[in-house]
């Protein structure tokens, strides 16, 4: 069935280290692809997303590139902030009978050290 | 813009007690969800909506119920709570499309003690 994994935390990194949070994802056909950012206690908030195949999703110093041949969309920055400390979630929507029930991917948490 | 709008924000119920959390979007948003976030734990699909009138069940849905009367609203009923609904609630939505992504509310903390 479709699904999406997630690298496993928590990472811990040094303020203006460079940040890799891998996501592969199985599904029917070329899904949409997605991260999502939750800070302590709130919501979580879509941070980038690509639609198709070479596309590539960024914001606030972040990007992930669509990878059909290798089915992923791994997230990359830079040079992390504390700010950056929160939990990223990978998600993928496909069409058909999977829309609405593809979850999400399981987080990573991040925390990042002055 | 307000968004996903969620009341209560937070809540304590007995075992056996019921409630509804609410959820509003103004976003005129085909589509809806709930998940529940437990501690440290990623979110899990409880129940989804395509359009008003349409509902069907996600991964968990057991203990509770949803109705879709308006595009706006999509409450989340629990009738006999159990300790193991202790949780952080999160209603999303967004627009018909695998292209767009979910707006979420602010979540509602439940504890059942």
């Known amino acids: 069935g479709d699904s999406v994994t997630q690298m496993e935390g928590p990472v811990t990194l040094s303020e203006e280290a460079f940040l890799t949070i891998n996501c592969t994802y199985t599904a029917t056909g070329y899904p949409s692809l997605f991260w999502y950012v939750q800070y302590p206690g709130e919501g979580l908030q879509l941070l980038l997303k690509?639609?198709?195949?070479?596309d590539k999703g960024s914001n606030k110093g972040f990007e992930a590139t669509y990878r059909k041949e290798t089915t992923s969309f791994h997230l990359e920055k830079g040079s992390v902030q504390v700010s950056d400390s929160a939990v990223y979630f990978c998600?993928?929507?496909?069409?058909?009978?999977?829309?609405?029930?593809?979850?999400f991917g399981q987080g990573t948490i991040l925390t990042v050290h002055p | 813009n307000a968004g996903v709008t969620q009341t209560p924000k937070f809540r304590i119920l007995k075992i056996g007690q019921s409630m509804t959390l609410q959820c509003t979007q103004d976003m005129n948003h085909n589509y809806m969800y709930w998940y529940r976030q437990d501690p440290g734990m990623g979110l899990k699909l409880i129940y989804y909506s395509v359009g008003a009138g349409i509902t069907d069940k996600g991964e968990v849905p057991n203990g509770y119920n949803v109705s879709r009367s308006t595009t706006e609203d999509f409450p989340l009923r629990l009738e006999l709570a159990a300790p193991s609904q202790t949780s952080v609630y999160f209603c999303?939505?967004?627009?018909?499309?695998?292209?767009?992504?979910?707006?979420f509310g602010s979540g509602t903390r439940l504890t059942v003690v």
């Open positions: 999303a939505s967004n627009q018909q499309g695998t292209n767009y992504g979910y707006t």
């Open positions: 690509a639609t198709k195949a070479d």
């Open positions: 998600k993928a929507n496909a069409g058909g009978t999977s829309y609405g029930k593809l979850t």
